[in-house]
Every structure is written in structure tokens, then in C-alpha cells.
């Protein structure tokens, strides 16, 4: 079966004309653009300012608004004709990602606009946050499968949320509790510790670990959730 544009340009279309209607997953996703709006007010923001608006955007956008938008289709009983169709799984799962990076890739560019982040080297920044962003589609993807309603969605991804927006901050705590390091390889740690390094004047060779790590994390979480969608077709 070859891939087809129009079988993901129609899931896409499906999925736009979904969030149109929800109304609690579009206000969520307006949340981090509130919070950029308030932190752009304060002035002078630092690097891990700047990264907490866009590691909790990549989350809030790109992970619960997926999560929400497949669970949303199973209890709809709609996801499972969807995984009955022609489409592949490459199809499916592209159509269902697709929203979720445009909407997660204006909202962190608006947030950022908001919060006056200006990157000293653009390509590095942008390649990370696009990168970045496959993981974080990848897991709500992932916990999408799992949740059996939009309500299910939202307890699950809460504490994705906060690890993934805020657990950087436990970096502190490391020397206490060895095991707090582990964070320091989490993708939004890795994100901040590029910025970081760019704003030092580190090229792209000087981050090339950091998008490693990243990438690792991006094949990781697109293996399990084809692995479990693969199981849940055929259930």
C-alpha cells in the first residue's frame, strides 16, 4: 500500500473540524499563550524562563491536545473504523500528528513573540523545538491509546504536564536525591541546555549530544505507540 496525501490531508481536516468544536481543548491550548502574555510583562527573562513557557506549550499543545483528540474519537467509537480503513498506520498516526505540530509550532512562536525570546543562532532553536516537538506528539499520541475519554485524557497528561513544564526545577534537589539526575536527560531539560549553549555561542556542533538524546527519546516513544496501535488494531 503507498502512502497517501489525501488519506492524512482528510484525517487532518477530520481532526481540525474536532478541536473547532471542543471548546475545553481549544481554551487549554490558549493556556500557555496566558502565561507568555504574563511572564512578557515581567521583562527580562532568562533562559529557563523563556523555556518553561515553551516546554509547557510543547506538552499542553502537543501532548494533551493529541492525547485529547484520540480519545475524543474513542468515545466517539470512531477511532476504531478509522483503524479498520484503507489508511496505514503511517497514514493514520501522520494525519492524527499533523494538527498537533502546527498548532504546537504557532503557539510557541506566538508565546515566544509574547515573551521576547530572540535566540542568538534561529536554525539551531528551530530545529530543536521542531525535534522536541516530535516527542512530545509521539506521548500524546501514546497516552491518546491508552485514555478512553477526553476526562480519562486530561488525568492522564496531568502528570506529563507538570514533569515535563516544571521538572528541570528538581535538578536542584540532585545531590540530595541521586536519582533527581535522571531529569537532566529528559527532552525539555536537554531543550533548555541547548539554548543555553547557543546563547554562550555553541554552534550546531556543540549540540550535537543534546540532539542525540533528543532523537533517542523521539524513536523510543514513535516505536512504543506503533507497537500499540499495531495492538489495538488488532484487537
Known amino acids: 500500500m503507498t502512502f497517501s496525501m489525501k488519506r492524512v490531508n482528510a484525517i487532518f481536516q477530520k481532526d481540525f473540524k474536532d478541536i473547532s468544536r471542543n471548546s475545553?481543548?481549544?481554551?487549554?491550548?490558549?493556556?500557555?499563550?496566558?502565561?507568555?502574555?504574563?511572564?512578557?510583562?515581567?521583562?527580562?527573562?532568562?533562559?529557563?524562563?523563556h523555556y518553561l513557557i515553551i516546554n509547557f506549550t510543547m506538552v499542553t499543545v502537543g501532548s494533551f491536545v493529541q492525547c485529547s483528540l484520540l480519545a475524543e474519537e474513542k468515545e466517539k467509537n470512531t477511532l476504531r473504523g478509522l483503524m479498520l480503513s484503507p489508511a496505514s498506520t503511517l497514514e493514520i498516526l501522520g494525519g492524527k500528528s499533523l494538527l498537533s505540530f502546527i498548532a504546537t509550532m504557532v503557539v510557541v512562536v506566538l508565546g515566544a513573540f509574547l515573551t521576547g525570546y530572540s535566540p542568538e543562532n534561529l536554525f539551531v532553536i528551530v530545529v530543536a523545538i521542531m525535534l522536541g516537538s516530535f516527542f512530545f506528539i509521539g506521548l500524546g499520541t501514546?497516552?491518546?491509546?491508552?485514555?478512553?475519554?477526553?476526562?480519562?485524557?486530561s488525568v492522564i497528561a496531568l502528570p506529563f504536564i507538570f514533569l515535563f513544564s516544571f521538572g528541570s526545577m528538581l535538578t536542584v534537589f540532585?545531590?540530595?536525591?541521586?536519582?533527581?539526575?535522571?531529569?537532566?536527560?529528559?527532552?525539555?531539560?536537554?531543550?533548555?541546555?541547548?539554548?543555553?549553549?547557543?546563547?554562550?555561542?555553541?554552534?550546531?556542533?556543540?549540540?550535537?549530544?543534546?540532539?542525540?538524546?533528543?532523537a533517542l527519546w523521539v524513536i523510543g516513544v514513535f516505536a512504543l505507540t506503533v507497537i500499540v496501535f499495531k495492538k489495538k488494531r488488532m484487537d
Open 142 to 153: 501514546l497516552l491518546g491509546l491508552f485514555a478512553k475519554s477526553v476526562m480519562e485524557a
Open 174 to 214: 540532585a545531590d540530595k536525591y541521586p536519582i533527581l539526575k535522571a531529569v537532566d536527560y529528559l527532552p525539555n531539560t536537554q531543550l533548555q541546555d541547548i539554548a543555553v549553549k547557543v546563547e554562550s555561542g555553541v554552534g550546531l556542533g556543540g549540540v550535537w549530544m543534546n540532539f542525540g538524546v533528543i
Open 24 to 49: 475545553a481543548v481549544s481554551i487549554t491550548a490558549l493556556m500557555p499563550l496566558i502565561l507568555a502574555f504574563i511572564y512578557g510583562k515581567m521583562g527580562n527573562l532568562t533562559i529557563e524562563a
